[in-house]
């Protein structure tokens, strides 16, 4: 027997930007989509908010045409979620992520089987892209590891392990130091020197990116006046900004107070986001962003 779970990522921002009625009717059409790519006798349910739970027998298998196994079931699945569903002046093409495992090869236990499977469906939305995922034994070490990595990170900053590192920043027209760009590096005496593409969706995913960003930001913004200070050469320092620190809310006001205590003018920070920033909420965004620029911030 197989358990497979089918995860729609993103239905939260779905609903919060059309709706219940658009959302709703979201759901009803891929649910008929999963029906139809399951064809034969699974048991389907909805298991949440956002995800549909199958229960497939060797028997459910051999109904349903080309399929023998569940990777193959789940490929059919991937294929029937991968174009948009247009309602109305709306259109959405979700990130589908599936985990899968079998009873009584992975477990003997209903829940140890579901739990397997969350596992395995967690893992595949790290990702950011659609994909199914068996359970393995590899994911229960990796989760471990990543769980004791994250509680380490917590303790990061009152240990005193978070250090910027500055990047130059060259004017092409003349060859000469415009700025510097501020980059956060954790040096672990457990982990050992951990790569900032470790570091940054953990700090995302737990919220901690907004008490690291803070601190980040106002490290390097004293940096920066202590430079000008004791060169007398006005100097950018470029910041990288998560989009979770506008989530939190309150960003320009934090700028804000940050440069009242690091004594830098505005026109020397330079503040670098990225275009996933305006997914959520491109309006609330667009008007943070438009309050840093008046401040006289940078953006980039």
């Known amino acids: ?33 999963l029906k139809k790519a399951a064809a034969g006798s699974a048991l389907i349910a909805r298991s949440g908010m956002d995800s549909f739970s199958l229960l497939l027998t060797p028997e459910t298998l051999m109904e349903t045409e080309g399929v023998d196994h569940p990777e193959q079931l789940a490929k059919r699945i991937l294929d029937a979620f991968r174009h948009p569903c247009t309602i109305g002046a709306w259109r959405h093409l979700p990130t589908t992520v599936i985990g899968y495992a079998s ?14 499977v969350g596992l395995a469906l967690t893992v595949a939305g790290r990702s950011k892209r659609s994909q199914a995922l068996r359970w393995t034994h590899a994911m229960e070490q990796e989760v471990q590891d990543e769980l004791m990595l994250e509680l380490n990170l917590q303790q ?6 978070i250090t910027p590192v500055y990047q130059p920043l060259i004017d092409a027209g003349t060859g000469r130091i415009r700025g510097f760009e501020g980059l956060m590096r954790w040096l672990s005496p457990v982990h050992g020197n951990v790569s900032p593409a470790q570091v940054i969706p953990v700090l995302e995913s737990t919220g901690l990116i907004v008490p690291f960003g803070e601190w980040m930001l ?4 004293l940096q920066n006046r202590i430079w000008q200070d004791r060169t007398g050469v006005r100097t950018v320092m470029s910041v990288n900004v998560s989009a979770a620190q506008f989530r939190h809310g309150g960003f320009p006001a934090t700028v804000r107070r940050i440069l009242q205590e690091t004594g830098l003018e505005a026109s020397s920070l330079e503040l670098e986001v990225t275009e996933s920033l305006f997914i959520d909420n491109m309006e609330a965004v667009i008007h943070d962003l438009e309050e840093l620029r008046r401040m006289g911030c940078l953006l980039s």
């Not at 009873?103 to 397997?116: G, Q």
């Not at 990061?156 to 392990?161: G, S």
């Open 1 to 33: 027997v197989w358990l497979v779970r089918v995860k729609l990522i993103g239905m939260d921002r779905i609903r919060e930007s059309t709706g219940n009625p658009i959302w709703e009717e979201f759901i009803k059409r891929m649910s008929a989509r």
């Open 103 to 116: 009873f009584p090869e992975d477990a003997v236990a209903w829940s140890i089987l579901d739990k397997k």
């Open 156 to 161: 990061a900053l009152v240990r005193n392990e």
């Open 218 to 221: 106002r490290t390097c913004c």
